[in-house]
């Protein structure tokens, strides 16, 4: 088993460190390739969790559109549909594969070590405190004296004096260098918390981003949409498992590619990448799902959810709502469609037609609502 020994990091009192390959989860895969292939198991199960409320028609008091209007505005069967979306994950797990192969299990072992060191760093920042108030003209070694017996940490940290004040003392790896309690706990949220979740934090950045601003670009590129985007726009009216139906370039340069990128600059390990790709699965099939529920999680940290999202699959709202994760840049940009009673009035109104041609003809195969009509609804003189 390869490993690696940490020398001391800054003095002879830092605690002694051995890397070893961290074990993985489950004992027959490597971490690496059910970070890969957790996402597409995740798609399926919740893909098929919904197509079930769908087909037994349940909670359809909570559906965007009515359950008929499916088959005869969407531009594509569930069948090629499904067809579309397998070949997505093939090529998301193919292009996965490749890029892991070769890759060791991460390293782990060195968390006593990092610890010292951001406890080290945490030690280090008040130490420009007593010079800032001598300069404005404080006496800072009297107000420690003087704050002292209120509170002896402030005091250390107003008079620059970094001695343990209390009888409690922490040993890092039979360490003699002792750390107060503050320090080591700060350390240890920013090793263990903080800097995890500053890693998920720039991940979202990077897709969001990059999302944005190639979906946006899909729709500004006329010859990018007709050639391109344009099959993810044959679904008017959204379903869960047809969330990445889309042509392959989209799904190669769009959505893949913004993921390699956030793990790589955002440095995610194999078990980050399995929660951040569950937790973006789950995402994008919820903008999808049709279902507006009250209990919805998503809803409580943002407003980009199925009605943010299915508002951009109609005719209307095409140039509108770009973002798929978060309305940041939608909201900075002015693409956020803020109009909703002229939605509303546009939905109604698409319903009413829809239901006027299956009147006339029910026994039409596909849909009855054209491309003309939808441009009708949207008071538009093309669909871009």
């Not at 605690?15 to 070893?20: A, K, M, S």
């Not at 700060?186 to 991940?203: E, G, R, V």
């Amino acid at each position: 088993m390869a490993s690696k020994t940490i020398a001391s990091l800054t003095a002879s009192s830092s605690p002694y460190c051995v890397l070893v390959p961290q074990e993985p989860l489950l004992p027959w895969i490597s971490d690496n390739v059910l970070a890969i292939l957790l996402p597409t198991v995740v798609y399926a199960v919740a893909g098929a969790f919904f197509h079930f409320l769908d087909v037994y028609e349940l909670f359809g008091n909570y559906r965007i559109h009515p359950s008929q209007d499916e088959l005869k505005r969407n531009h594509v069967t569930r069948w090629q549909c499904l067809q579309t979306v397998v070949r997505y994950h093939v090529i998301q797990i193919v292009i996965g594969l490749f890029l892991s192969y070769g890759n060791e299990p991460p390293m782990v072992g060195d968390e006593a070590c990092r610890i010292h060191q951001a406890a080290t760093v945490v030690r280090s920042i008040p130490n420009p405190i007593p010079m800032i108030l001598n300069t404005i003209g404080i006496d800072a070694r009297q107000l420690s004296r003087s704050t002292r017996a209120s509170s002896a940490t402030l005091a250390h940290i107003i008079g620059g004096k970094y001695q343990p004040v209390t009888n409690s003392t922490h040993a890092l790896n039979s360490s003699n260098d002792n750390f107060r309690d503050l320090e080591l706990t700060i350390a240890k949220l920013s090793i263990t918390i903080l800097t995890p979740l500053l890693q998920y934090l720039l991940a979202l950045i990077v897709v969001d981003t990059w999302i944005y601003f190639t979906h946006r670009l899909c729709h500004v590129n006329r010859t990018l949409y007709r050639l391109v985007h344009a099959q993810h726009h044959r679904i008017y009216v959204p379903y869960a498992y047809g969330a990445v139906y889309a042509h392959w370039l989209e799904s190669l340069f769009l959505d893949i590619l913004s993921f390699v990128l956030a793990g790589e600059i955002a440095r995610l390990s194999p078990r980050q990448s399995m929660l951040f790709g569950t937790a973006a699965t789950i995402k994008t099939i919820s903008d999808h799902c049709g279902y507006v529920f009250p209990w919805d999680p998503m809803g409580w940290f943002n407003k980009n959810g199925p009605e943010f999202h299915d508002l951009h699959h109609q005719s209307w709202g095409l140039k509108y709502n770009f973002s798929t994760y978060t309305v940041f840049w939608d909201n900075l940009l002015g693409t956020t469609w803020a109009d909703k009673e002229g939605a509303e009035k546009r939905y109604q109104r698409v319903r009413e037609l829809t239901k006027q041609k299956n009147t006339s003809n029910p026994e039409a195969e596909g849909p009855v609502v054209n491309k003309k009509m939808e441009r009708e609804v949207a008071g538009e003189r093309k669909v871009e």
